[in-house]
Structures are given as C-alpha cells and as structure tokens.
C-alpha cells in the first residue's frame, strides 16, 4: 500500500521554463512534508519543505505548495536549469509520539533540456 | 555533508549468507533510517531507530533486521541473503524525526 505517490515516472522542460512535480498522499495523519533531489551514485539531498499549517513555502526557485483536502502537493522550479536534472522524491511524516517514520514516493526523473 | 559514514560502498555476496551494512554518524542525531532504493520503487523503508536499542519496521523489514548499540551506529543485518536483496542501500539520520533526514552515500550489494 503506497501511502505516498508520484504518479508521474519522468518529466521534460526546456531550460528557463517552469517544472511541476506532483505528489499525492493517503495518511491524513501526515503533517509534514519534503522534497529531496538524487543526483546518480549519491545520496538524496534535502531540498526543501512544508508543515501542514502552510499552504506554500518558498526557497529560491523552488516552491512547495500543499492541498491538503486534495492531499495533494507539487514542487515548482521556476527557471529549471539543466543542473536541476535529477530524481525527485517527495517525502512524508508524522509528528508526535516517540517513533517518526519518513515515507518516501517512488520519484520522478527530471530531464531539463538546454 | 552531514557525517554519514556508510560501509561498505560495494558488496558482493553469495545467496545464502548473512549481511551486515553499517551506518556511523557523528551527528549525535536521535533518529536513524534504513532504505532501500529499487526502480520503480523508489525509496522504501527498512527499518528505523528512535533510540539507543529503540528500533521498529518500515515497510519492507521481512528478511532484514536491525541494532542499534550506540548512538552513533546503526546496523542492518540481512540474515540469509536473496537475489531479492540485491539493491542500493541507503542510511539516514534525523535530530527530532520530524524535519529533513540527512542521507549517506549509500551501499550498493549484489547477491549472486
């Protein structure tokens, strides 16, 4: 049961425009939420976030919006640049309570044309 | 780069025999996260620590198992290895569990 979706495996945008990666989610219990980039043969790195008190959070480029009664969120990179090529995962969790589980989709490959 | 020290980076082994991955951090952070990454999967998670000898299962925890001794170690242990098995691992660490997990450079094994 895949609490956490990226229904979209891949994606493609010329340089300069803007791109869009989707999530849904199923556990209403999640409050918070995470977009990390992977770069091949590395680690995924954190890039930015949201609390579900927030509908938008900005960071540069990148701006995370949340629809909770959608349970829905997106990842917006304004311009995309050829180096924001990479997986994207958006993650999602809990607070409270002794035990935090992060839940990750299953990613979406970003191709950013020159 | 969080202090995330995984080993090793490569492995290759039979199926049949036991595994042990391990997780060192120097970040004295509570939480700690194993994962694994397959295609079409994306990042799935194994096993998770919340503390010293506080350990639960992910989603995908059957066949691997976990300990935590100290802090600042955290070990997976895939007691029988299957070609299943074969995937990139990948270590995480939280402060609170409830903001960003900072990741290691991650484990690639091979069960033949």
């Known amino acids: 049961d895949q609490q956490v979706k990226q229904n979209s495996p891949s994606l493609s945008v010329q340089e300069g425009r803007i791109s869009i990666l989707n999530c849904d989610y199923t556990?209403?219990?999640?409050?918070?939420f995470l977009w990390y980039k992977k770069y091949p043969a590395e680690g995924p790195t954190f890039l930015i976030s949201i609390s579900s008190i927030k509908d938008k959070n900005e960071d540069g480029r990148f701006t995370v919006f949340l629809n909770k009664s959608a349970k829905h969120l997106s990842l917006h990179i304004v311009p995309s640049q050829p180096g924001d090529s990479a997986v994207y995962f958006c993650?999602?969790?809990?607070?409270?309570?002794?035990?935090?589980?992060?839940?990750f989709g299953t990613g979406t490959l970003l191709a950013v044309q020159p | 780069d969080a202090g995330i020290t995984q080993s090793p980076r490569h492995k290759v082994t039979e199926t049949g025999t036991p595994v042990t991955l391990r997780c060192h951090q120097t970040?004295?952070?509570?939480?700690m996260y194993w994962y694994r990454q397959d295609p079409g999967h994306g990042l799935r998670l194994i096993h998770y620590s919340y503390g010293v000898k506080d350990t639960d299962k992910g989603e995908v925890s059957d066949g691997y198992s976990v300990s935590r001794s100290k802090t600042e170690d955290f070990l997976l242990t895939l007691e029988s290895a299957t070609s299943s098995q074969t995937s990139v691992y990948f270590c995480?660490?939280?402060?609170?569990?409830?903001?960003?997990?900072?990741f290691g450079q991650g484990t690639r094994l091979t069960v033949v």
């Open positions: 993650a999602a969790n809990s607070y409270g309570g002794a035990t935090n589980k992060l839940i």
């Open positions: 556990n209403s219990m999640f409050d918070y």
């Open positions: 970040e004295n952070h509570r939480y």
């Open positions: 995480a660490i939280s402060s609170t569990g409830n903001t960003e997990a900072f």
